[in-house]
C-alpha cells in the first residue's frame, strides 16, 4: 500500500522494533543462555544526525525502541544509541494506544503522526493503525502486504539508517552542511 | 520422496534436530572453548503459536528437540523457546523407539504419526522411519534424498518458522484471527 | 596444477591449516581482546568417522592441525573435534620437516604421502612440498595456483567436511553402512 | 575519482579508519552492552609482511588506525595487528591536521603524502584532503563519490588486506620472495 514518504514536520513520533529491524533477526545463544545481537554500525551515526537535527530545532519528533524481546540485550543497543526503549511489550497496540492518549491528549487521531518500523506478525496490528508503517526488504509476506513502504535494505543491513536518511533529506543537502553535520557533536 | 503434508490431526509428535536446523549449522568457539550458536528470532513467534493452539485445544501434538551435540548451548536455546530437549544422544533411533513405545504402547506404527526435521547423515535411520520427514534446502544430499519434504529454507534461516506456519496454516487464518493470535501471550 | 585423489591406503599424514580451513578466516574479538571463531558444525561428524574407520583398521593416517596462530582459540576447537593440534607455529615447513624425518626415518621422500590443507601465503612453502595440496573455493590466488586441488566448498563452509567424504569414499558406501557407521560411537 | 596509486616512496602515512574498513561495519553486542567485532585473519599477515618490508628499509610509512568509536574493541584488535591506534575521535579532521604540523614542520602540503582508508559519512572531510582515499566496495555512496579508488572488496572482507598486497607490489614478486617474507618473522 504506497503512500508517499512523510515529511518531519507531519512526524510527531517514529517507533522502531528492534529484532529484524536493527538486528538481522538472529541472536547469538551462548551455553548459559546468554544472548548476543549483530547490529550495524552505521546507525550510530543515524542517531547522531537526529540529535544534531533536533539540536538545531530542525526535528521535533521522538524516536523510541518497542519490543517484545524480554532479554535486556535490546536495552544495550538502544543505550549505544541513546534512544529510548520499551522491551518484553507483549501488547504493543495497547502499549501505543495509552501512550499516545497521555502525550497528545485530545489528539482526534494521534496515530496520523506516527511512524511505525516492524517486520514481523506481531507488529500487524500497530503497522495497521500508524500513518506511515515501513518495513525493511526481508520482512514477513504479511507485514510487506500492508507496510506503506518496503525498504531495499535487509533489517539490520542499514535499513534504520536508509530510513533515517531519507527522513532527514540527506541526499539533498550541500557538502558543506553534511561535514559540518558529521563534525558536529 | 514427496508425500503430503500431514494434517495436525494426523501427527502425534513432532522432533526436530538442533544443529542445522534451529542454527545455521556453525558454532562460534572461543579461548575456553565456550560455545555459541546463531539462531533465528523468528522461531520464538512459531513456538508462542503452537502454544495459543495448544490452549485452545487446535493441537495435541508434542514438539521437542533430540540432539547429538553434548553441548549445553542446545539446552540454552530450548529453554528461551520453552522446548522440550534430549541432547548428548548418539543414538537417535534407539532413543525415539523406546519413547514411542513408552508413549504409545500398542500403537502398531507409532512412527507414523511422526514428524522429524534433520539436516545430516546421524539423521537418516531416523528419517528413513518418521512418517514425515522434513530437511533444510541446505541438507547434506543424502538426507535430501530421502527427505518427503525439502523446504526452501536453509537451516537456522526460517526454516523450523515457515515448517509451522505451515503446519498450523498461517495463510489461511484471516487478517483478525493473525491479530488475535499474535497478541495473546 | 591437478592430480589425481590420493587413495586411503597412499597416505600417512594428512595436516589442517586452522583459519580459513575449519574457519571462514574470519575473528570475533571482544573489547578484552578475546577472541572467537566460527566452525562449521559438520566437521564433527567428519572427524567421528575417521575415528571408526580407524578403529576398524581401514585408516591408519595421522590428521592434525597445523597453525600460525597463537590465541588458543585454536587449541579450542582441535579439542572439541578430538584432533592433534600444533598452534603458534611460524616456519610450518621446517616444523613439518622435523616431524617427518622423527615419525618415518630413512624415507626417502616422506612428503608424498603428506596431504595439506591450506589457504594463505604462509602455507605456499608447505603446500610445494606435500604430495597432496587442497584449497578452500576462496583461497589466496596464489595458494589456488599451486593447489592440486581447489575445493568447490569455501573455508569454514563445509571445505573440511566434503574432503574426508571424499577421502572416506562417502559416495560409495551403500545405506546401511552409513546408518551403521553414524550409529558407531 | 580516479588517480593513479600511490608508489611506496610517496607515501609517509597511511590511516585507517575501523569500523566498515577492518570490520563489515557490524557490531554484536550481549545483555551487558559488551560488544565484539568480526574482523578478516588476513589483515594480520598483511601487517606481518610490512613489518617485514621495514625491517629491510623498503618501507618507511607509519600505518595507524583512526577511528571515532570509543569502545575499546578498536584497541584490542589493533593490539592484535601490532598497529598504533587513536580512538574515540570526533573530529578527524582536526586530529590529523595537527598530527602532520607535529610530524612534517614545514612541509608545505602535508596531505599530499597521506593515504586514507573510510567508509562513511564522517570520513568525508578527512578524505577530501587526502593525498590519496581509498573506499570499499560497501562504502558509503557519498563517500563512493569522491574516492580516488574503490576497491572490489567489501569492508572486513579482504579489502585492508588487497590493498596492502597492492602497495607492497605483491603480484611482482617472485615465489622466492614471497616465500621469504611469509617465512621471516
Known amino acids: 500500500m504506497p503512500k508517499s514518504f512523510p515529511t518531519l514536520a507531519a512526524i510527531h513520533t517514529v517507533v522502531f522494533d528492534f529484532d529484524g529491524v536493527f538486528t538481522d533477526n538472529k541472536v547469538w545463544v551462548d551455553q548459559d543462555g546468554r544472548e548476543s545481537v549483530r547490529c550495524d554500525r552505521g546507525d550510530g551515526l543515524a542517531f547522531d544526525l537526529i540529535r544534531t537535527f533536533q539540536r538545531r530545532g530542525r526535528l521535533t519528533a521522538e524516536f523510541f525502541i518497542l519490543s517484545k524481546e524480554a532479554n535486556p540485550v535490546v536495552l544495550a543497543r538502544a543505550k549505544k544509541l541513546k534512544l529510548g526503549c ?72 542499514g535499513f534504520v539508517r536508509a530510513f533515517i536518511e531519507r527522513l532527514l533529506g540527506i541526499d539533498h543537502l550541500t557538502k558543506e552542511e553534511i561535514d559540518e553535520l558529521v563534525s558536529d557533536r
Open 86 to 157: 520499551h522491551h518484553g511489550v507483549g501488547d504493543k497496540l495497547g502499549f501505543i494506544v495509552e501512550y499516545l492518549a497521555a502525550r497528545l491528549p485530545g489528539d482526534a487521531d494521534p496515530f496520523a503522526g506516527m511512524v511505525y518500523l516492524g517486520n514481523d506478525l506481531n507488529d500487524l496490528p500497530l503497522m495497521r493503525r500508524a500513518g506511515y508503517a515501513v518495513a525493511p526488504a526481508d520482512a514477513h509476506p504479511l507485514v510487506c502486504d500492508i507496510a506503506h513502504l518496503i525498504m531495499p535494505q535487509r533489517g539490520g543491513e
